[in-house]
């Protein structure tokens, strides 16, 4: 079953920029899948159509097998949560539990049923102790989390991410890109994870999908996309690090076979450690 389906989108500001043309971007249900592209790419442009934030100029936008229109935008958006570039434009309430509880209040749940929703989500999302904090006195990684638990307490089947790891330090960025792999593994969700950070891509993405200038530029697993590396710097982006290394042993120390490069550092050491057995 597809999670989402866009036939044709294409979106124009009221400004005339033409943000997206004639998209067809599928995922599978419970797939977890980043889409990757330079910035002004048209990332943030695709997602807000996934939740109906925008409406397609022309084309049409497809959740779970129902089309997206302003008469179903409620039922869309409990299907399909939102977080968003930037967690202090999801983030108002006067605490964390209150605007956990924001979401499920609005669809007039018991209390008894928002309570649990926000013990769950807070849980999940490792927040216990902050609940009474006023969210903008949150650290970076506690803001992120807080605007997932958000999402998370409406139950939704699809979450689409923007930039969901961008101003974290390393370790708080592994935590978060940990919860999301969590929820995707162990909740079955679908996760749509907008990103320009080549290096954790492979880390996470079931499949990844290429946005230039408005155009999907190829959609794949992450071995195929990466075996493009002329077509990936052509527009801006680049391979993986640890990949790129092993391009280097490649092509310029003849140090290996053609054999696939490795995307993660975990398939680097396999392959190293390989290399000096086979030495021995
Ligand atoms: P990305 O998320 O990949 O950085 P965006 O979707 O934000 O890309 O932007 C795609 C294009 O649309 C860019 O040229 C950007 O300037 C333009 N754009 C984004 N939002 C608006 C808007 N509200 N009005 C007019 N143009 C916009």
């Known amino acids: 079953m597809k999670a989402i389906e866009t036939i044709n989108l294409s979106h124009t500001y009221p400004d005339g920029t033409k943000a997206i043309g004639n998209i067809n971007f599928n ?4 797939k977890n899948i980043a889409i990757l592209g330079p910035n002004g790419a048209g990332k943030s442009t695709l997602l807000h159509h996934f939740n109906g934030l925008l409406m397609p100029t022309s084309g049409k936008v497809n ?4 089309e997206v229109t302003k008469q179903n935008l409620d039922e869309i958006r409990q ?3 939102l977080v968003f570039q930037d967690p202090d434009d999801q983030l108002f309430a006067r605490s964390v539990a209150l605007d956990i509880a924001f979401g499920p209040t609005n669809l007039k749940l018991s209390k008894a049923e928002i309570a649990q929703r926000v013990n769950w989500a807070i849980e999940v999302t490792d927040l216990k102790g902050l609940e009474n904090k006023s969210p903008s006195n949150l650290s970076g990684g506690q803001k992120r989390r807080a605007s997932i638990a958000g999402v998370l307490a409406m139950k939704p089947e699809i979450i689409i991410l923007d930039e969901p790891m961008s101003n974290l330090d390393p370790k708080t960025s592994s935590k978060v890109l940990k919860l999301l792999m969590q929820l995707n593994k162990e ?10 950070d080549v290096d954790l891509v492979p880390l996470f993405a079931d499949e990844i999908c290429i946005l230039n200038k408005g155009q999907i530029l190829m959609q794949g697993p992450p071995q195929e996309i990466f075996s493009q590396a002329e077509l990936l710097r052509s527009v801006d982006l680049r391979l993986p690090r640890i990949t790129h290394l092993f391009e280097i042993l490649n092509k310029e120390d003849s140090l290996r076979g053609d054999k696939q490069y490795p995307l993660t550092i975990g398939e680097a050491r396999r392959e190293i450690l390989e290399m000096l057995e086979n030495k021995k």
Do not use: N
């Open 27 to 30: 995922v599978e249900k419970g």
């Open 63 to 66: 959740v779970l097998g129902q």
């Open 79 to 81: 299907k399909v949560g």
């Open 187 to 196: 909740l079955g969700l679908t996760l749509i994870i907008a990103t320009h």
